[in-house]
T-cell receptor, first 115, second 116 residues
Framework: SQQGEEDPQALSIQEGENATMNCSYK?????LQWYRQNSGRGLVHLILIRSNEREKHSGRLRVTLDTSKKSSSLLITASRAADTASYFC???????????????FGGGTRVLVKP | GAVVSQHPSRVICKSGTSVKIECRSLDFQATTMFWYRQFPKQSLMLMATSNEGSKATYEQGVEKDKFLINHASLTLSTLTVTSAHPEDSSFYIC????????????FGPGTRLTVL
């Protein structure tokens, strides 16, 4: 089942502005991951934040995690036209006898960065 | 490193035929592979998890007899859509993880299936 809900579903901003999107989930997690997907393409892993972490940075990306509220946010600073894509959060749960995580994806946020 | 490929990238088939999609880890051994389906403008839905040499574990609502998964080696998993119907048209994406990759898994570029 789809446990992650993302907000907003779509976002249109000007180049240089910041883009913020939020993700909420329902069950316990080991980690939460954010991915980017360009239209019709595969997923690009952006950042992973563990359940015991509250904030993480990677370049122009900033992710927060509030496990008490079961929510996360992704901030893209100084956006560029090349950031135009769909962004998905995914909650990760380690499984017994399996490598990696069982990922449950949110509905995604479609971001359009206008030049 | 950590590249996952899928073949074919696109496939068009007639209703009733079976289609096989391959997922390969090119430079690492994938202990576990995951198969997802994504309908247009929607999110990814996990279909099944497969460990090398074991039967796949299917998510609720996914028919195991319709979506046959084989993970015969540490670098190859296949998904066969049997007796495909137009409603099976979708974007199928695999990902792979190793016992040493920790929380990270690596996604393939996806396969666009269109059933006429």
């Amino acid at each position: 089942s789809q446990q992650g809900e993302e907000d907003p579903q779509a976002l249109s901003i000007q180049e240089g502005e910041n883009a913020t999107m939020n993700c909420s989930y329902k069950t316990s997690i080991n980690n939460l991951q954010w991915y980017r997907q360009n239209s019709g393409r595969g997923l690009v892993h952006l950042i992973l934040i563990r359940s015991n972490e509250r904030e993480k940075h990677s370049g122009r990306l900033r992710v927060t995690l509030d496990t008490s509220k079961k929510s996360s946010s992704l901030l893209i600073t100084a956006s560029r036209a090349a950031d135009t894509a769909s962004y998905f959060c995914a909650t990760g749960l380690r499984q017994i006898k399996a490598a990696g995580n069982k990922l449950t994806f949110g509905g995604g946020t479609r971001v359009l960065v206008k030049p | 490193g950590a590249v996952v490929s899928q073949h074919p990238s696109r496939v068009i088939c007639k209703s009733g035929t079976s289609v096989k999609i391959e997922c390969r880890s090119l430079d690492f051994q994938a202990t576990t592979m995951f198969w997802y389906r994504q309908f247009p403008k929607q999110s990814l839905m996990l279909m099944a998890t497969s460990n090398e040499g074991s039967k796949a574990t299917y998510e609720q609502g996914v028919e195991k007899d319709k979506f046959l998964i084989n993970h015969a080696s540490l670098t190859l998993s296949t998904l066969t859509v049997t007796s495909a119907h137009p409603e099976d048209s979708s974007f199928y994406i695999c990902s792979a993880a190793t016992g040493t990759s920790g929380n990270e898994q690596f996604f393939g570029p996806g396969t666009r299936l269109t059933v006429l």
